[in-house]
């Protein structure tokens, strides 16, 4: 929807964020765009003082800065504390969120006699739902998606393409899952005989709380008995490994390609980087950050920051990187030492009168 | 299906897991459940000794247990040697394993006219089969699957929705796939032509062997040439990637993320652990075993255990690692030898009457 | 298609791949196969020499090798300069490409009336196509494949099954995405209120150059603004994670389950080998290669080799590997240090006189 600067602005104070106008209040916005790709009738954004060359240069017709920020030419510029979350606030404004297709009821979708489909639920061609499921309403299931048997799953949900979810899960409201991920597969739960692996069946279930967003391709499996869980407000990146029995607390953060093992218990607002794996039955403290491609093998304390591999805090990390950088250097002064003790032995050994010691002094 | 305690203990002395009972050897098992999760009517167990504070609160019916466990309180306990594998016996003895939804034949799934599907044979709703597939008696294919031509499928095998086999591969009996799995992808085959990549075609095929289980969404690239193979028995969890060519023996054990590049070999009951790599063309031997996050550049004895990046024997990592921790001690000590080596040689030069020497001594 | 040795040799000579022809020149090829598994009528290849002991074994009817190749035993060779590209020819020459099932108009496809299908598009049953997308001439749409609305695909596309593409992403030409790959899914956009974290609008979308491949299960984030860039010719293989925002140049080639953040900017023709992973913001060179399971966090120069975590140089690598492998023995030279340094301190306190150091010397 388009609106004028004037209007951005109050809308924006009337979020907490005050702004001032530098240009024409009347200009008109229609949607939101990088400094390099704005052009007109679009609104733009400097948070990162790296990006400020752009300023010079973009065809945007309005700009978020912050207020000390020098116009390098007349331009309309909004001026607030925090761009980033102003311009944040704007796109929500001014374009919304994603709108789904409306495939009406029932058009080619499989669905099980027993399923009970909430009022307004938006199920596409393509779907299989299974008997003694219950979807919320106005959920939005995209083609592709396959929702086992008994599976509960709450309101103003989205499922998109291709989504798998086994039997008896349970999803909150406002659970969004990409495309491709799978929850409620078994895990990896065998039991060894001589050298063959007798499979265990996993009876247990993933719980999924509300407002939890899923990448894609993920794979969360199912507990063995009880739950997988993952709590409210919690949000992972794309192609991320859950092993049966983890609990994942309120409000965490995980980036692509992290993988937890099973029996992990992971606290509330932990931020999990890149490709970090944790090992299984252990406990991650709230607010906790592991970083990117740490390997955990103990439980961390709440608060702690780790990284490397194994993982230890960060202080200790870079202490360690910062020393093995200094290694060769290292080395060769320990060369230079154990020349000159040796030259020292010798210097002692003609002092004393006696016989020279053999060269380098190393036992045999 | 439900039975007493008595009946339980006898099943399992049959399976050769002799249980002595305390309490109440009528009281009826209906299902099993974790010590903190079970209730009326379940049975659960006490097997690693970190949980055995919830044998005071736990309000099963009944708790396998080690012979030498004392009770907090009055209740049923079945005390067996071994109570994981025990109650493993007694999840499939009382759960089962999963039963699959029953679709009859031919629902709106696409069927070429000339594959052959076995008797008992179990096809969804949106499954694909194209030409000349054969499928075994009872197996059972969920929504979404797609079966290139070509391909062929044992008795008894399940491929979970949206699992993707592409033309040629060959799956055995009782063979497992989870959901959003791939078989037989084209591999990175390219050859160089100044800085472009020319695709080469990838005419081999993926032979998957009895009683396999490949978890979620991995990928498992096709042979340029003959076949990229994985042995009986052998067990994958979610997210792992082969690439093209390479052959996995029997009963070997893959956590999720690992990544094994184009012909390599892999021997039998090799265990390689989460988010694990190895390089192309080298061979690992039967019944090693890759620790988590290894990156495995050069072929691996058998019976070998490795660690690291790059991944050296176990014990080699751990005495790397602990040394790595010492290193900001160590150059703590370095520093102190050379402020003594250098008085030393003061000293020794004071005493030859000679020039004291510049400070530091070292070389320029 | 059959041909006879001779044909073989002009056609590879007609490609800039002169050949002589050992034995019969009449013999004829029908398919290409390695050396352990050729038989009669294949054509096989010998490049690496550690393969060498094969030949003398090997039924195939000829085998491509080198000039200087000396033949165990009495059998058809054609001698080239280079055989691995040698082979690569002729396997396109024999044998093509796959060739992709057609399945005619319309055939269970959910299209959208405004959908526009380029003449010979090839679009299986299964696949869902929404309002405003245009597919090119010639394009294969394997069952499973969702295509969002305002997608732009260009000619001679080929979208393996279950592939997903967000709305607004757009295709070149000759494009090649394997099956249950996912273009376009949100990235991790969230802005921090509080604990909890509120979703950010993913506006932008993900523009894919000509002849890209991508291999199965990835996973490319659409940006926030602007757009996530796979330029012509990149080649990714399975499980990659691409962040939103990220560019990356022109024939590049990233090897299996890499991971690269967001807004990282990659040059042309960059290797990133398998497990690799790249931070937020930084610059890759041109002609860099990045080492399987590095950890980038700096940006890094055209041209450079990086590896390990965090990535240094190749040089710098080997040198830091190589020096923690002698740490043992450097921690054992620093104790005989110490003990000599202190031996020679108490020798000359003695020398001088004065009282015995206490032993160790170290200080409080």
């Not at 709108?99 to 499989?110: E, F, I, L, T, Y």
């Amino acid at each position: 929807m388009a609106l004028t600067i004037q209007e951005l602005a109050d809308f924006l104070g009337s979020q907490g964020m005050p702004c001032t106008i530098d240009g024409d209040p009347g200009a008109i916005i229609q949607s939101v765009a990088t400094l390099e790709d704005a052009g007109e009738g679009q609104l733009s954004f400097l948070a990162n003082p790296r990006y400020t060359g752009f300023l010079a240069t973009t065809r945007a017709s309005a700009v978020l800065v912050r207020p000390d920020v020098t116009a390098p030419r007349p331009m309309n510029l909004v001026r607030t504390a925090d761009p980033y979350a102003a311009v944040t606030a704007a796109m929500v404004r001014i374009h919304g969120h994603r709108r789904h297709p409306q495939w009406g009821p029932g058009r080619q979708a499989c669905i099980a006699p027993g399923a009970r489909i909430g009022p307004g639920a938006n199920i596409a061609p393509g779907v299989y739902i299974d008997e003694d499921v219950e979807i919320g309403e106005n959920a939005t299931i995209y083609p592709g998606v396959y929702i086992a048997r008994g599976c509960r799953i709450g309101r103003d949900v989205t499922l998109f393409p291709n989504v798998v979810l086994y039997e008896r899960c349970l999803l909150g409201d406002r659970v969004t899952i990409h495309a491709g991920s799978v929850i409620g597969e078994d895990g990896l739960g065998y039991a060894p005989v001589g050298q063959k692996w007798v499979k265990i069946p996993q009876l247990g279930n993933v719980v999924i709380g509300n407002d939890v967003e899923i990448g894609a391709n993920c794979a969360i499996d199912r507990a063995t008995l009880g739950s997988t869980v993952i709590a409210d407000g919690t949000k992972l990146s794309n192609l991320i490994a859950i092993g049966h029995g983890t609990r994942i607390g309120e409000d965490c953060m995980l980036v692509a390609q992290v993988g937890l093992a099973g029996s992990v218990t992971v606290g509330r607002h932990v931020t999990i980087a890149g490709q970090a794996g944790v090992v299984g039955h252990i406990t991650i403290g709230d607010n906790a950050t592991i970083g990117a491609k740490a390997g955990v093998v103990n439980s961390i304390e709440p608060g702690m920051t780790v990284l490397g591999q194994p993982a230890v805090s960060i202080t200790e990390c870079k202490r360690q990187v910062a020393v093995i950088q200094q290694l060769p250097g290292l080395k060769n002064e320990i060369r230079r030492l154990r020349r000159e003790v040796d030259e020292l032995k010798a210097a002692a050994e003609r002092a004393a009168g006696g016989e020279p010691p053999a060269p380098g002094g190393r036992e045999p």
